[in-house]
């Protein structure tokens, strides 16, 4: 029996009678990590690992019935060992080790393999069978350092502040903007947010993590003066809304290892684009699979097909598992 099978409501354990990040309402989840296409309202219980508690408790409610484990604690539940492992991805992310009967499974949910030090850093977990996903599992994604990317976002921001310009640059409002936030030079300006992002940097400085002080842009009238020097984040909805009008003359960019595709920054119609993503690319999903150890792969969300096929060609038993993951633009959860 396979330990993890596909079902309409998400991935089940059937021993354990268990999903994992469900899509729809179930009775037992285990959550991976906080963005809205893994972690969903109407569960009757949660099980995730600790670092994440207060990112769920922000977007799902405070009331939900939440259940927590540190990484690398264990827990049996219908004879199936369980525990949580570091995925890189946000604040609370988690590889999923399930182990029953002798045979192991890692769902990995969401990850990346360039620490960034505003979540724990990816942890390679040996396994017979591991779950991936490949959002950008094709080979023309590959990453620069981030250390680079935060230097052109510097640069961006000092010379647009000598302009007198504001700077706006978007971003998903969980992940993305604190690892941003984290990153970037705070001394050059300051730094407004969105409604959006701000609940979610109070969450990631009570979890230990530097974020700089950062603004309400709410609280900025068209004709301060500080705008021209600052750097504003916003999720991607707000562009184009009447919300950007307080910012007068700006220039504005987009933040995604989608970025790394010329016509995805004509549609997106800003200024700038900066590739820096939450998840592996090519070379980080393929070194990610070789250190579990696994035979067998199954592949989620992304670029399945290529994946499946250059993996077999490696001989290894892969396949695809079809589900509702993938979109982390999930503006309307973190608004709400």
Known sequence: MDLVIARPEGLYCPPGDFYIDPWRPVARSVITHGHGDHARTG?????????????????????INL??????????????????????HVLGSAQVRLEYQGEVWVASGDYKVEADGTCAPFEPVRCHTFITESTFGLPIYRWQPQREIFSEIDTWWRANAQAG???????????????ILHGIDASIGPILVHGAVEPLNRVYREGGIHIPDTHYAGDFKKTDPALRQALIL????????TWMRRFGDYSDAF??????????RRRRGVDRGFVLSDHADWPGLLWAIEQTGAERVMVTHGSVAVLVRYLRGLGLDAQGFTTEYGDEDDDKVATA
């Open 234 to 241: 916003a999720p991607p909805s707000a562009g184009g809304s």
């Open 67 to 88: 259940q927590t484990l540190a990484y690398g604690e264990r827990l049996v539940h219908h004879g199936v060992t369980l525990s949580f492992h570091p995925a890189g």
């Open 43 to 63: 569960n009757s219980h949660y099980l995730a690992a600790s670092p994440g508690a207060g990112i769920l408790r922000a977007r799902l409610g405070a009331d």
């Open 255 to 264: 933040a995604s290892g989608w970025m790394r595709l010329r016509g995805t």
């Open 165 to 179: 310009k504001a700077s706006v640059l978007f971003a998903y409002a969980f992940g993305k903007a604190q690892r």
